[in-house]
Structure formats: C-alpha cells, structure tokens
C-alpha cells in the first residue's frame, strides 16, 4: 500500500480555517485519497475523498496538488468539535480495498 | 437507527476466557471489516469479509475467528483471551470500491484481567 506522511500535531484558534496537509509522494494512478477523523472514543468517521480534482462537502475541502503527490484537507471555520485525529489514506484495489491508518494527524482547537 | 452498531460496548472478562463482539449493519453494504485500536491509537485492519466471504486476514492469530451469517453481520469470536488483546475493537462496513466511504462503529472495549 503507498504510505502517506502527516505531521504529528497541529493547533488552530476556533472560527479560523485550518489546512491539514499530506504528502503521498508514491501514489499511483488508481488510488483515491481518502481522509478519515476520529473523535475521541468514537470510531474513525468518512470526512472527503478524490482521485484528481479538488473536491468540497458539507464537512471539508479536499485540495489535491496537480502531481497528486500532496493534498491538503481544509476545514473552513474550525469548531471545538473538529479537536481529534485526521487521518489521509489511499485507497487502491476494488474487493480487497481496505483503510490502512497511519498515525494521523491530531488536530487542537483553541477557544 | 444506528449504520453500524457494535455490542456490547464495554467487556471486561479474565484471561483464558472465550468471548464475542457482535456487528450488524443496516446501510445495505456488501464489505464489513474488524479493526483494532491498540493502546498506542494504531488502527490496523484484522479482516474483511465481503459477501460473506473472507478476503483480508491480516496475519491475526487463529485465537480470533470472524464468523459470517449474512452480509449485514460480522461476529468476531476470541477463544482463550490474553492481556495483550485488551484494545478498542471497531466494526465497519463498505460498498466495495476505491471510491466509497466506510462508516464504523462506536467500538467494543474489551479488558482482559
């Protein structure tokens, strides 16, 4: 499975936007980039996903590098509710597709 | 009405016990999985079954056995319970494909004393 890369931690003042960024440098052509949160003591939660163009819902923005190599997840206006694990994944192969979690990147808000 | 609902919540139990987490989904999905949350937070994948067939053992000693009933349930069975298997066990299930979210349940955490 190609391996993405996320900083450990990262802060943000509540209301601000936030970018969190990830770095899959050996995506290949068929994988879609997912990214997933977990709350604490809640199980991981399906945030955005894409394959090659930027992509929004109601949650986040997806922005995806032209090279595919990067993306970046933004959430517009972060709430305290948004403090937990974020989480970039590539996702390949139909049936035995599978989520394979790094170790994220553990998101804190400031009131 | 909970996607993907897990029970129980909560298991303590004492070593060399046999015990069982129940999973059921009610999203219609034809992919359901079991995870474990160590106490490190890794989240590493145990198996996928998809249309009640097993297509992912991710190397998971033969003390754990998934069972199967139909494709909205996935039981995870765990025959002479040791220390090292206390962890958070989420439940989840998919459609299959690359391009289809998976939505997870609250999760079973399990205590072996």
């Known amino acids: 499975d190609a391996k993405t890369t996320q900083p450990n931690s990262m802060e943000s003042n509540e209301e601000e936007p936030v970018h969190l960024p990830c770095n899959h440098s050996?995506?290949?052509?068929?994988?879609?980039i997912h990214w997933y949160r977990q709350l604490p003591s809640q199980g991981p939660e399906y945030v955005i996903h894409?394959?090659?163009s930027n992509v929004n819902n109601r949650m986040a923005s997806l922005a995806i590098a032209e090279d595919r190599k990067s993306s970046t997840l933004i959430l517009h206006r972060a709430t305290l509710r948004d403090a937990a694990v974020y989480y970039c994944?590539?996702?390949?192969?139909?049936?035995?597709?599978?989520?394979?979690f790094g170790k994220g990147i553990t998101l804190s808000v400031r009131p | 009405d909970t996607a993907v609902s897990q029970t129980p919540k909560y298991l303590v139990t004492q070593m060399g016990n046999d015990k069982s987490i129940k999973c059921e989904q009610n999203l219609g999905h034809d992919t359901m999985y079991w995870y474990k949350q160590d106490s490190k937070k890794f989240l590493k994948i145990m198996f996928s079954y998809n249309n009640k067939e097993l297509i992912i053992n991710e190397t998971v000693p033969n003390r754990f056995s998934p069972k199967s009933p139909d494709k909205a349930h996935l039981n995870l069975h765990i025959n002479s319970l040791e220390l090292g298997d206390s962890a958070v066990y989420f439940c989840a299930s998919s459609r299959t494909g690359r391009r289809t979210e998976a939505f997870f349940g609250q999760g079973t955490r399990l205590t072996v004393v």
């Open positions: 994944i590539l996702v390949n192969t139909g049936a035995n597709s599978k989520l394979t």
């Open positions: 050996t995506i290949s052509g068929t994988d879609y």
């Open positions: 894409g394959l090659t």
